[in-house]
């Protein structure tokens, strides 16, 4: 009936509209910040209609030209709260039919509330990085730190003789015996004051490189969060919901359209989907699972 056909149009509705958002937020906190990869920057209409590094992309999930308009003429700040803003009004919509009831529309409205919430944390970090005067501090501090370290070391670990271990290397290969450290003027042997020396090198260092690493965790180089593949997984995750829990082959038809295929996948997903897709659009909800769980 009329009412039916209405839940079902809501449901794919809700679904491309969901992918709306991920596309939104990630062009948000990644291509609007950083560009495409290698610094190449593009216009804000070329990521809305052509998007091409979105999986899927953003054009294939818009659906007239006077939508993609419409998110244009809104700063990309603020998309996601429009898109959630339509979510949200839409659920509503479907809690005065009866499809859902109060306590599921009030689930749906505060996991908006939490992803608009995680927005503004992922705004703050690709947004206010360390200052070049802080970082030069912090690198100046640990450079001095670390190379003093050893002067210190040597009141409990001993200091290494070089001149023992040179006077050692030289016996080891003269017929004459090696030379005790007594000759030497050591009052005992030479401990290894330099290692605890290297230990701390190493972890202040290491500290200070992963620092340097996790401030831009939204970029394209590694180590990163591949928000491609998170795309993909959203894409996959919901089709395999809808058509499994849909009883209207409509439904299954407008969900299983191979749009997502337009976009740049991770190389271990290439072959499976394409191939899935090769075998109509049934396929792709058998292997998504199965394709998710390689990594």
């Not at 679904?15 to 290698?38: K, S």
């Not at 003429?73 to 005065?96: F, G, M, Q, T």
Request: one cysteine or more; proline letters at 6%.
């Amino acid at each position: 009936d009329h009412q039916h056909a209405e839940v079902a149009g809501h449901k794919v509705e809700l679904r491309r509209m969901t992918l709306v958002l991920y596309a939104v937020v990630r062009q948000f906190i990644r291509e609007q910040q950083v560009g495409l990869p290698g610094g190449k920057r593009v216009s804000d209409r070329d990521l809305v209609f052509r998007d091409p590094e979105g999986c899927p992309s953003l054009s294939m999930l818009l659906k007239s030209q006077s939508e993609g308009e419409n998110i244009l003429a809104i700063d990309y700040k603020n998309r996601p709260n429009v898109i959630v803003a339509r979510i949200r009004s839409r659920v509503e919509h479907l809690r005065r039919l009866g499809v859902v009831d109060r306590h599921q529309a009030l689930e749906i409205f505060r996991e908006g509330e939490s992803i608009l919430a995680s927005l503004k944390a992922m705004e703050r970090i690709v947004s206010t990085p360390v200052p070049y005067a802080y970082r030069h501090m912090i690198n100046f501090i640990v450079f001095v730190f670390v190379n003093t370290a050893p002067f210190v070391f040597t009141a409990t670990f001993g200091w290494i003789s070089f001149v023992s271990l040179v006077e050692a290397a030289a016996g080891s290969t003269a017929a004459g015996p090696l030379r005790p450290p007594s000759a030497l003027g050591l009052t005992e042997a030479p401990r290894l004051g330099q290692v605890p020396s290297c230990v701390v090198a190493l972890g202040f260092y290491g500290i200070s490189e992963i620092g340097r690493q996790i401030e831009t965790p939204f970029d394209w180089t590694q180590p990163n969060h591949d928000l491609s593949s998170i795309g993909w997984r959203l894409y996959t995750e919901t089709l395999q919901l809808h058509m499994l829990y849909s009883h209207d082959q409509a439904i299954a038809d407008d969900l299983g359209k191979p749009s997502a295929l337009h976009c740049r996948l991770p190389s271990k997903f290439d072959e499976r989907v394409i191939e899935a897709h090769a075998h109509g659009k049934n396929a792709l909800p058998r292997m998504s699972m199965e394709a998710l769980n390689v990594s």
